[in-house]
């Protein structure tokens, strides 16, 4: 990815980690998570990411009922110090294990 769009996407992390509400949290989150995805070129991720983005919203609420702001908010600025840095394995670890927390562990939306 260009410098610029590297940049754009920080814009994006800064409006996540500055949302107040839920709502808008759920909404910046998937915003950064669209333009992540589009940034890396993989057409199957990013269709398949933007045919979900309703369940998304779901999700990332009920997960920040649960757990509270910090962990989406921790996440989004993780990842994007990872591509920023250009450390394309540091970010792919980063998401694999960040999208395991509403999945599993104390951190999971999912009644046993």
């Known amino acids: 990815a260009s410098d610029q769009a590297l940049d754009d996407l920080g814009l994006l992390a800064e409006q996540v980690c500055r949302a107040e509400d839920t709502e808008e949290l759920c909404w910046k989150t998937v915003d950064f998570y669209r333009q992540l995805y589009s940034l890396s070129d993989n057409t ?24 509270g702001a910090d962990y989406v908010k921790n996440a989004v600025e993780e990842i994007y110090r ?13 998401i694999i294990q960040i999208q395991r927390l509403p999945l599993e562990g104390d951190t999971s939306i999912i009644e046993e």
């Open 82 to 94: 990872h591509v920023k840095a250009r450390d394309i394995e540091g970010a792919k670890r980063s």
């Open 44 to 67: 199957i991720v990013t269709l398949l990411y933007n045919s979900t983005v309703e369940p998304q919203l779901g999700m990332y609420a009920l997960f920040i009922r649960k757990n």
